[in-house]
């Protein structure tokens, strides 16, 4: 595939990190028919496109927490939205942190840390950044009522196209963001100094507030249901996430729907999902001028890309939307890396790589220049940037880690980047023949707590004090299994013993995880594996 003449060149590439916000893989390179995503493709033509990537807890703080620190929810303790990592688990070195400790500026625009208690009401500045991080001043508007509905007044909708012009400020978050990355790769060239610059997109988390014109690349007669939008009969009820957040939204609101399992009218199921697309497609058109722009400034040559997002986003599967829960739906997302010399060949000074695409107008086709079915998890960011960067990779932690400054507890993804397609060798293990599992085949482990083994008002977001059961989620290329269990959140600890419910998945016979199969197989192996992953 790659031959890997590739070296770290001696004065290290810089790094550009997009981190986008709920975006589950509804992309082109992905191999969604419906979508508009260019710009990401054409990102993706240039990359190792990483086909099974998976979100270590589907709500935004502790995943972006776990990923930046390249540790796990149990490690960082940070299961909500409400503690800080260095005081409340340990003072655990970042990502960006240990970039800038290597020499590199390290620039934070947007959504890159949860903003908050959780990144101690600076995203982390200064331990993780050279300078203030950037937030566009139209965020706070984010949740106001900017929404024109049909009578002609405004309200905070989900649904929300809206014409910029008339928005506080006469732009939206994204652009600003966009605007000052650009800004800021300008003065990056001009100085000449090495950096890891990451961006965060807001869209398309809720509200779906987007430019109107991408509407219509996405006529409501093309939009489909959910593949199953139904409840699955044999969901144990402590799986199932009520969507509180978009039942509070005022379009969501007036339509009255029961708690916890609705359903939503199927007419405005498909209104979400249309502008949901739309707000890839306007995300997409900041991706093109952001990665034109590093084009324009001559730094495409020595530059990693990495494009990836937070967790993903239910669309009405398994009559469920929003995050918050173990499926892959909201698990799942896109990652992948551009490494000029490696997974492109350079090219020579002048030469675009990456040349803006209108998704207004695009005919291309483009597909990922290398794709890995190999399972990876987010937490293995870190080690993975740092061998790509020429960094030293930080250490594996120790069982416990908590006075372990620097370590990460997953391994650098590197191997995999020009090995994509070989065979997952078939070794037995342990088991019996019907299930395979043995230790080599990679694994991506996910978690969500819960409040009850019902769904309730907070059953989406529990704070830590009301967790009382968590659900650890195992997910390998043949299978998904789930276990919920007694958490004891006083203490951290989650007893095996106490079992609540557990979920099994085949992907090869189940792909969308309707069918539960746990109550009729004997699943022992599966149960010693999570045990095992958890001891260490």
């Known amino acids: 595939m790659w031959k890997l003449s590739w070296k770290a060149s001696p004065d290290g590439m810089n790094v550009l990190f997009i981190v986008v916000d709920d975006l589950r893989p509804v992309l082109g390179c992905y191999g969604d028919k419906l979508v508009k995503s260019p710009n990401i493709d054409q990102l993706a033509s240039h990359s190792i496109v990483f086909n099974n990537a998976y979100a270590q807890q589907a709500v935004c703080a502790p995943s972006r927490v776990s990923f930046l620190t390249g540790r796990r929810p149990d490690t960082t303790r940070l299961y909500d939205f409400y503690s800080y990592w260095r005081v409340h688990a340990g003072n655990y070195s970042t990502m960006p942190q240990y970039f800038k400790e290597n020499g590199y500026v390290t620039l934070s625009v947007g959504k890159v840390f949860h903003p908050g208690v959780s990144s101690n009401y600076s995203d982390d500045y200064p331990y993780s950044w050279s300078i203030p991080p950037f937030h566009p001043s139209t965020e706070k508007y984010e949740n106001d009522k900017t929404c024109r509905g049909k009578d002609g007044k405004l309200y905070a909708n989900l649904v929300c ?39 965060g997109y807001h869209k398309p988390h809720i509200p779906l507030r987007y430019p109107q014109e991408f509407l219509k690349l996405y006529p409501l007669e093309n939009i489909t249901l959910a593949p199953d939008p139904w409840v699955p009969e044999k969901l144990p009820s402590v799986a199932y996430n009520p969507w509180m957040d978009i039942r509070q939204r005022d379009d969501v609101e007036a339509l009255n729907v029961s708690f916890p399992y609705g359903p939503l009218p199927d007419d405005f199921q498909r209104q979400i999902r249309q502008s ?46 929003a995050k918050y829960s173990n499926f892959d739906v909201a698990t799942r997302v896109p990652l992948m890396f551009y490494v000029p010399g490696m997974t492109a060949s350079s090219v020579s000074q002048g030469e675009r790589v990456f040349p803006y695409i209108d998704p207004f107008s695009h005919i291309l086709g483009l597909v990922p220049q290398g794709r890995s079915e190999k399972v990876v998890e987010l937490v293995s960011l870190f080690s993975t940037l740092a061998e790509l960067a020429g960094l030293q990779v930080p250490p594996v932690c120790p069982e416990t880690s908590f006075h372990v400054a620097l370590c990460t507890e997953g391994a650098s993804i590197v191997r995999y980047f020009n090995a994509s397609e070989e065979k997952v060798e078939e070794e037995k293990g342990g088991c019996d023949d019907t299930y395979r599992c043995f230790n080599e085949e990679p694994v991506a482990f996910s978690q969500y707590p819960r409040p009850a083994d019902t769904p309730q008002w907070n059953s989406d977001k529990p704070k830590l004090k009301d967790i009382r059961i968590m659900g650890y989620s195992m997910r390998t290329i043949d299978y998904r299994y789930t276990v919920w269990v007694q958490f004891n959140p006083n203490n951290f600890s989650a007893n095996f013993e106490d079992v609540h419910a557990g979920e099994l998945y085949m992907v090869e016979t189940d792909p969308n995880q309707d069918y539960n199969i746990y109550n009729n197989t004997s699943h022992g192996c599966f149960l010693k594996k999570i045990l095992g992953f958890l001891k260490h």
């Open 276 to 321: 949901y697309y739309a707000a890839v497609s306007y995300l997409d058109m900041q991706v093109g001028l952001l990665l034109n722009a590093l084009d324009d400034v001559g730094l495409s040559n020595s530059t990693i890309v990495v494009f990836t997002a937070d967790h993903g986003w239910s669309l009405g599967e398994h009559g469920e939307w």
């Open 161 to 199: 196209p809206v014409d910029v012009t008339e928005m506080p400020g006469g732009t939206l978050p994204d652009i600003q963001s966009t605007e000052e990355a650009i800004r800021l790769l300008n003065v990056m060239k001009t100085n000449k100094q090495k950096f890891f610059l990451a961006v």
